[in-house]
Nanobody, 125 residues
Framework: VQLQASGGGSVQAGDSLRLSCAVS????????VAWFRQAPGQEREFVAA????????YYADSVKGRFTISKDNAGNTVYLQMDSLKPEDTAVYYC???????????????????WGQGTLVTVSS
């Protein structure tokens, strides 16, 4: 299983970006999928997740109402739509997926087995 994150870039505060995470080797259907980010000098933090049921979404308080996580119908790609970007959103964004466990702490990075390479988002004021 390999994850490929893309879509990062340099934008101004208030702009939007859409990140993509493509999976190869299987689909995202029936697996937990999440986005994390890591800013320079800081620990990796949870951003958003879709659980294996696909019936709900979870967000960090810092991005709630601005970011939207979604999955395409085929289950091959997960997106992170980021609107109203702020300078504090600047980070390397990583997508992650697990091996299909049913009851996980979905916002904890240690629950995830597969990680994309990261894509850099830079938001200037």
């Amino acid at each position: 299983v390999q994850l490929q994150a893309s879509g990062g870039g340099s934008v101004q505060a208030g702009d939007s970006l859409r990140l993509s995470c493509a999976v190869s080797g299987r689909t995202f259907n029936n697996y937990n999928v999440a986005w994390f980010r890591q800013a320079p000098g800081q620990e990796r933090e949870f951003v958003a997740a879709i659980p294996w049921t696909g019936k709900s979404t979870y967000y960090a308080d810092s991005v709630k109402g601005r970011f939207t996580i979604s999955k395409d119908n085929a289950g091959n790609t997960v997106y992170l739509q980021m609107d109203s970007l702020k300078p504090e959103d600047t980070a390397v964004y990583y997508c992650a997926s697990d091996r299909g466990r049913r009851n996980i702490a979905i916002s904890r990075d240690y629950e995830y087995d597969y990680w994309g390479q990261g894509t850099l988002v830079t938001v200037s004021s």
